[in-house]
């Protein structure tokens, strides 16, 4: 099978020159590209995407026609004005040593002639080529390179070249191209826009189609072609109606028809789409999130629209044994994820490689669901295929999916001097695809092979999860205390606070801790509880004796205190205020976290605040 080795990008928009090697990897069968919002993944990705390879029937999902407004908008951004050149999208395909001699040899069977080659061809380029001239399409171009082919008749003595250059002049070309490509990676590309599945999918092509409506009437088509028992959407259903159309010409003939024997036939190949779509998608669904959802399962309706010459429609609803709703009625991450399987694995069947182009997959779900969706890609790839998606979620990186990373970036944009990084700037970009290995052996003050990738996504922990270093303190009083005073202060302290659940509850946590790799340590009460808690972690071999310590280790003025009793006595009069004379521990917590979450400045006296900056203080030292 031929190698699709690299694509080569030039001039599309945004992309000046760039290079994505696909087939030479050795790590995986995915590629990720890794990069901020505006960075030129998704540009990447449409310019692959209109290279299309042996199925023609959906070129561009994204412009859906080579129309004249799409023309336009893949001209480089910064010379719309007046450009005059060619954009290009290059793909560079490897064989192996002998390999092209099959294809010279069906041919030969073809024409009945001898048919050879200069040299042995072991590589070559197929060019898909957009000229301009002053910003006006002249025309599209697509160049074979690299294969000089000879041949020679039955009653010929010698070689001689065929016709050089153009595929659609060249009969010999023309077979041996076509018979190369069918034998190439299918490019499918998976848009975001969808996942906004239409109420109605019509059955035919027509006037003004929809890009999305014809998305899914072509994967209609792919589902019956699953079923293998040649049922054909155009001759068993649209062709039928039009029959029963025909026989009848009268404005009712669809309600005499629908209480006739013949309807029964179209219901039978609706059924089949049905039962596929459940044991795939429904069946992939649970495989997915790991669960059982024997209880949910698609229904598929169908009817004419009259308003469109009576043209077939099917409408998709889910249904719960009890109620049924309509696809389209669903959040966004469940259209989401039931576009993707029901994209996937009908594509993923029918027969031919595929190499599926996702943009930033999955970015409406939440954590766990990104992560659930790349055990399947995992999945997809492992039957031979290939995927290449765009993120710039932590969650959808896969560290075993590095090496065949790439590092998408506007080399344009300086972030580091804070040029715009939300889309606002118009100057001229410059989108570079980086391969990771590359990126990272040029990355200064790199500690480990994941932290360039964390910060050229500019990852910042969420507040509930902190950075380490991290001070873990017994409870979420002491922890809204301590986060008010750190407010509150003008020193900036490099760690996160992690509040317990008591002083021996923290036994659960210590491998998350352990396993963050950044360094902590435990501050307990002085009392008897704490300081007998704080010995067993040194004694059961938990903690070192330097990761655990009391209060009393911060300053001999809290011997035998617990944090909240650190407040002075104008802190709990504040706390009475509050609370209509009251100022138990359930109070104090209470008025800790309204002060923490509001930064008042006079929410404590100034002694609250000197002793609770004193443990910070300690706290950076020792974790220093």
Known sequence: MPILKKFIIKNFR???????????????????????????????????????????????????????????????????????????????????????????????KEFNEKIGVHDDVEEISVNKSYEYKDSKFVRQMNYWSGIELIHKGPKSKNFKRTSVGSVEKDKYLHNVVNSVEKDLFELVYFPTFIVDMPSRIYLEPHAGE??????????????????????????HVIDRLKEAKLADATAGWFSTFWGKPDRKLIDSVLNKIQTAINREVIGSWAKVFKHSISSRSVKIEWNIDASKNDMAYLSFGISDGQSTFSIHERSLGFRWFFSYLLFTQFRSKSGRKTIFLFDEPAANL????????????????????????????????????????????????????????????????????????????????????????????????????GAGPFLCVEGISDFFFLSYVSKLSEKKYNFSLVPGVGAGGFTSALPSLYG?????????????????????????????????????????????????????????????????????KRQIGMYLAEIAASAKSDGLDSLSIKRGAMILDWASSVLK
């Open 210 to 235: 929809t890009a999305i409506n014809m998305y899914y009437r072509k994967v209609i088509e792919d589902v019956l072609k699953s079923v293998g028992e040649g049922i054909d959407l155009k001759l």
């Open 366 to 465: 939440h954590a766990k669901a990104q992560i659930e969706l790349m055990e399947s890609i995992a999945r997809i790839v492992g039957g031979g295929n290939k995927v290449i998606y765009s993120t710039h979620s932590p969650h959808m990186i896969n560290p075993n999916w590095l090496g065949d990373a790439f590092i998408v970036e506007n080399q344009a944009v300086d972030i580091t001097a804070g040029a715009d990084l939300n889309g606002f700037d118009t100057k001229t970009t410059d989108i570079k695809a980086i391969g990771y290995g590359t990126f990272v052996g040029a990355y200064p003050e790199k500690r480990t092979y994941f932290q360039p990738v964390w910060e050229k996504l500019l990852y910042e922990a969420p507040p509930i999860v």
């Open 516 to 584: 963050s790799g950044a360094p902590f340590v435990l501050l307990l009460d002085d009392d008897a509880q704490g300081r007998l808690e704080k010995n067993r972690y040194v004694e059961d071999g938990l903690l070192a004796i330097s990761q655990v310590f009391t209060l009393g280790d911060v300053d001999s003025q809290f011997h035998g205190r617990k944090l909240e009793s650190i407040l002075s006595p104008e802190a709990i009069d504040l706390v009475k205020h509050r609370f209509s004379g009251k100022s138990g």
């Open 14 to 108: 945004g992309i000046q020159e760039a290079e994505l090697t696909v087939d030479g990897r050795k790590t995986s069968n995915v590629i990720t590209l890794i990069g901020l919002n505006e960075s030129g993944k998704t540009t990447i990705l449409e310019a692959l995407s209109h290279f299309s390879t042996g199925d023609r029937t959906i070129p561009n999902l994204v412009a859906q026609s080579e129309n004249k407004e799409h023309l336009i908008s893949l001209i480089p951004i910064d010379k719309r004005a007046a450009f005059t050149g060619d954009v290009e999208i290059i793909a560079i395909i490897g064989f192996e040593p002998g390999e092209f001699r099959k294809y010279l040899d069906r041919a030969e």
